[in-house]
Structure formats: C-alpha cells, structure tokens
C-alpha cells in the first residue's frame, strides 16, 4: 500500500512537473535544414510535419516566411542567429534589442518560439567567435527579459568535440581551451536562466570512426551486452547514452550538475560513399525509431548519469539536403527525402509498436570495405562543368595531372571525360588526408573496380 501511495505521489508529481514546465514535453522535433534544390515548399513542409505529429521544429536561420506560417500551430519553434552575427550583437545591446525585434517580437506568441539558439556549433568553428558567445547570449536574453518575455530561453547547439574525453563518461571533462574562458561562463549563464544545453550528439560518427571497437548494436540500441563504468559503477546499454553522460559529467566538474540536456542534432544517414560504413536505410530506421521510443518512453528513462531526466531531442534531418558539399552521406540524413517522400516509414510519436513495421532493406555496408578506391566521372556529368572540375583538381600541384600532358602515359584518349576521371584520382588520392573529397559537386563518384588502361595506371586510395 505504502509504494502504491509512493507510486501515486510520483506519478502526480511528474504530471505537475509536466503541467507547469510544457518546454520539457517528450515530444519529438526535427531540424529543418534547408540547403536543397527544389525542396517542398515551407508551406508544405509544415503540413507535412504536422501530419507527422512533430512536436518542435528548429531552424537554422530566422527565416520570416517560415517563422509567419508556424503561426497557430502548437509546434515550439528554435529560431537561430546566425554565426556571423555574433561578434555584432554582443558588443550592443541595440543591435540584440533589434534582433529581437525583427525576428521575436514580430511574430511571437503566435508563433510559439521557445528558444532563441544563438549560432551553430560555434566552438568547432571561428576562434574570433568564442569571446563574444556569452556575452551575445546576454544581451538577446536582457532584450527578451526587457518585453517580460519568460518562455523562451537562449542557448546555442555545440558538438561532442567541445569535450576532450568522452570515454568512460565519468572521465568527461570539456576542452582546455574552452574550459574556463567560455565553458565556465557559459554554463553560469544556462544555469542562471534555467536554460538547456544543447548538445548534438551523434553515435553515428562515434560509431562509424571507431566501427572496429564499437559494437553496430550497441550504437543502435540492440545492444545485447552492457558496459560498466567502473568509476562510477553506472551500467549503459548504448551509446548515446555514453555521450549524453560524458557532457552531464563534464558540466558537474564545473560545478554545474543541474543543467537540462537536449539533443539538438541526432540521427544516422541512410545512403554514404564506398569509404563510409553504416551508412544504409536499415540501420538509419533502426536507430531513428528507437531513439524516438526511448525519448517518449512514459515515465521518462533519462540516462543511467541522470535517469528520470526528459532529454528533448531533435532529429537531423527533416530532409535530405541535396546541396550540402562533401561525402555522399552529408546529402542523405533525411526523414524525408528532397522530394517530400519518407525515405522510411516512421511514427514521431513512437507509439507505433516496432514490430509493426515492414521488413526493412538487408544493410550491405556494415562492415567497413577494405581494399583499394578509386574517384571516377559521375554518370550523366555535364562537359563544361567536368572541364572547370579538372581544372581545379590540377590546380592544386603536386604533379596531379603530370600524366595528362602530351606523349605521357593518361594523355590518350584525349577526352575531358577521361582525362577529369584521372585527375579526379591522382587529386583524391593525393589530398584525401588533408580532408580532400571525391565529390566535385555531384561530378565524381568512388568506385570499387579500376579505371585504369593500357600504361595508364590511375592513382588509388587505399582504405
Ligand atoms: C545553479 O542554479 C541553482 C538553482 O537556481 C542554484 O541553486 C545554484 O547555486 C546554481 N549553481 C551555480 C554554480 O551557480
Ligand atoms: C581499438 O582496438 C585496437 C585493437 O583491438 C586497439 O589497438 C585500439 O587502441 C582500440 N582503439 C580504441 C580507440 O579503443
Ligand atoms: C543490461 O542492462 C539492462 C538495463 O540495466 C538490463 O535490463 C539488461 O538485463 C542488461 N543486460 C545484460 C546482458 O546484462
Ligand atoms: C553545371 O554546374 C552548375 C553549378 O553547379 C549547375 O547549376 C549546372 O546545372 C551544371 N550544368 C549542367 C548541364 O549540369
Ligand atoms: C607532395 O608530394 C610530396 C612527395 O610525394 C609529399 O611529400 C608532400 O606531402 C605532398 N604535398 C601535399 C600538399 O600533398
């Protein structure tokens, strides 16, 4: 009798927590990312996630249409400002009050804002950047507090390489560089406004850099074995719960072990390069709907670190993003391909029993390709652009197109099909360490099978 009574306390307790603070709804939210040609418009995107039950949508920008068609939806919008804006802001409150102006005030409440993120993954980024971070963060939270406004709060998305250890999570603990000039005051400033840190978090990369130690299933959910953290004795079933933790533990090394989580950006891609691994429709489903089951899950399930905890969580992506430059997976972390088709079936509210659904395409990429690759001209590539493309990759020195010139071994057939596959090689294999890409904006492709003939021997790269 006396644990039902328990039981009944907690569960009003918890409903009255969820009554007075709607902000920590389990409710799932995607990230609208918009670098796509010929995407469904903003006004069909939202009906779209409406239909889907989506309960929060955050942008990258403060897009006005976008912002005026949320208005009267019940979907809680995370409006952004811009990196390059930053420095701005924070050396004048004018400039913050007319930001806000603009890009609040004109729309709120109809439009249901509840975060103000000021920029994107800032500490990867701009060094100049990270002095003003904080202080712009001030100034658009003094702004809002100037209009008595209360339920939006000011944070800004970081990524897992704020932190210099992850692993175990109790050794989590954030980068020195960042630590006590921009770390320290930054959590001062979320915990002062009982704001949340954002963190994106992805056991994709995670998983994908390291696919030889990290079990597939233990970063999909399926984990069938547990891993300790013999400091702390704390027992975890997957990974993005290791991550999530990493960052509560380095925040409580600070001093700060009360600040809300939420997942600004999670997801995994469903199509890569031959180089990639993981990246496949199978494993993109599996992990976006059990994420999705274990953040609606009621009574909420936290993380071993904090369980209990409602962790709001943003998917990326609502769309494939067709213009993002680099590797193949970039382009295909949507819930929804660029045309507005589900590239899967999946229920946003993770109501829809996992069993329920279809058989899901056999995944062929799980384990990482060993071998040598190629870069070859794309299928269906336009001539005058392959001309520009071979030019840029010989640009770029170091004897690239050497075979290309008259009476050496590449220069026959004289064709900028040919002589683009060539270069595309030798520039890859070349300059992949420093971060080069088979990609030239759709106009190569990896390729398995050597394009190399006669005496011309195509540089490889070597995985
Ligand atoms: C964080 O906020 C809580 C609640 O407002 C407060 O009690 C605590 O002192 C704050 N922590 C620090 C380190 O300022
Ligand atoms: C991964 O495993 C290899 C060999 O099993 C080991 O040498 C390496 O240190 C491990 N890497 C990490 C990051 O644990
Ligand atoms: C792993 O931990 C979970 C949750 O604590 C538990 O339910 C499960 O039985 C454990 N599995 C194994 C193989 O120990
Ligand atoms: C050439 O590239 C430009 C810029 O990427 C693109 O807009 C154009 O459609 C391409 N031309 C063809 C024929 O593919
Ligand atoms: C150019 O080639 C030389 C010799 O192969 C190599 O040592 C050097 O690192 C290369 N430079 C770049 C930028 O790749």
New binding site residues.
């Given amino acids: 009798m006396s644990t039902m009574a328990a039981l009944l306390a907690t569960i009003l307790f918890s409903s009255l927590i969820a009554v007075f603070s709607a902000d920590i709804s389990s409710k799932i939210g995607v990230n609208y990312g918009r670098k796509g040609v010929n995407l469904p418009s903003p006004y069909r995107t939202i009906e779209t996630v409406r239909s889907m039950n989506v309960g929060r949508m955050k942008l990258y920008d403060s897009d006005h249409e976008i912002l005026k068609l949320l208005s009267g939806t019940n979907i809680h919008v995370s409006t952004m400002i811009p990196n390059n804006d930053i420095i701005r802001i924070a050396s004048s409150q004018a400039a913050a009050e007319q930001w806000v102006q603009s890009n609040v005030l004109n729309f709120y409440p109809d439009t249901m804002i509840r975060f103000v993120l000021v920029g994107n993954e800032v500490l990867s980024h701009d060094r100049r950047i990270w002095p003003s971070l904080v202080p712009a963060m001030r100034r658009i939270k003094n702004s809002l507090n100037a209009h008595d406004i209360k339920n939006i709060k000011v944070s800004t998305p970081l990524a897992m390489d704020v932190l210099q250890s992850t692993f175990p999570p109790s050794s989590g603990e954030f980068r020195s560089d960042i630590r006590d000039t921009v770390m320290a005051p930054f959590l001062g400033f979320l915990n002062g406004t009982k704001s949340f840190f954002f963190i994106d978090a992805y056991p994709y990369l995670a998983w994908s850099t390291n696919s030889r130690n990290i079990s597939l299933d233990f970063a999909l959910f399926r984990g069938r074995v547990n891993q300790t953290d013999h400091k702390t004795g704390l027992v975890y079933t997957n990974l993005l719960d290791q991550m999530l933790d990493s960052v509560i533990f380095a925040m409580r090394k600070l001093g700060y072990p009360g600040i809300r989580l939420t997942i600004g950006e999670t997801g995994w891609p469903t199509a890569g390069d031959a180089d990639q691994v993981g990246a496949n429709i199978n494993n993109a489903a599996t992990y976006n709907r059990k994420l999705i089951q274990k953040m609606t899950a009621k009574p909420a399930l936290g993380t071993p670190a904090r369980p209990g905890a409602v962790i709001p969580t943003f998917i990326f992506s609502l769309y494939d993003e067709n213009q993002k430059p680099g590797p193949t997976t970039e382009r295909h972390w949507g819930l929804l391909r660029s045309n507005g088709m589900l590239v899967y079936d999946i229920d946003i509210t993770g109501r829809r029993p996992l069993s329920s659904y279809k058989p899901l395409p056999a995944a062929r990429n799980n384990v990482a390709y060993r071998g040598k690759l190629w870069c070859e001209v794309a299928p269906g590539a336009d001539a005058s652009n392959l001309t520009s493309a071979l030019a840029y990759a010989c640009r770029q020195?170091?004897?690239t197109c050497a075979a290309l010139s008259p009476g050496q071994p590449c220069y026959e057939p004289v064709s900028v099909f040919w002589h683009a596959s060539y270069a595309f090689s030798s520039y890859w294999s070349?300059?992949r360490k420093?971060g080069a890409t088979c990609y030239f904006n759709g106009l190569a492709r990896q390729t398995r099978s050597n394009p190399s003939r006669g005496h011309c021997n195509f540089p490889s790269v070597t995985l």
């Fill in positions: 020195g170091n004897q070349k300059f420093q």
